[in-house]
């Protein structure tokens, strides 16, 4: 099982972005899906995460800005609104609780002017 993000880049503050992830079997049998990111030096953190049945949970710092959805089969987004310099972070798709394996390379996001 692979998951494969796409869809970061450069965008300036208050810009928008949408990242994507895609696995290579049904995401169903996951469960809970999460985006996280991660800047140098710093840990992990979980921003968002959304259920099988669709119930969403997101980090205080990103509440009204970020929006994760799923398609039934093997896609997930995370549409960004009105981004900002500590938005930028090298980004990734797991299970949540994570599973070790299933870390990809991740898709890196800069907020910048």
């Known amino acids: 099982v692979r998951l494969v993000e796409s869809g970061g880049g450069l965008v300036q503050p208050g810009g928008s972005l949408t990242l994507s992830c895609e696995a290579s079997t049904n995401i169903r049998s996951f469960g809970a899906l999460g985006w996280y990111r991660q800047v140098p030096g710093k840990e992990r953190e979980l921003v968002a995460y959304?259920?099988?049945?669709?119930?969403t949970s997101y980090a205080d710092s990103v509440k009204g800005r970020f929006s994760i959805s799923r398609t039934a089969a093997n896609t997930m987004w995370l549409q960004m609104t009105n981004l900002n310099p500590d938005d930028t972070a090298i980004y990734y798709c797991?299970?949540?609780?994570?599973?070790?394996?299933?870390w990809g390379q991740g898709t890196q996001v800069t907020v910048s002017s």
């Open positions: 959304i259920t099988s049945n669709g119930l």
């Open positions: 797991n299970s949540r609780p994570p599973i070790g394996h299933l």
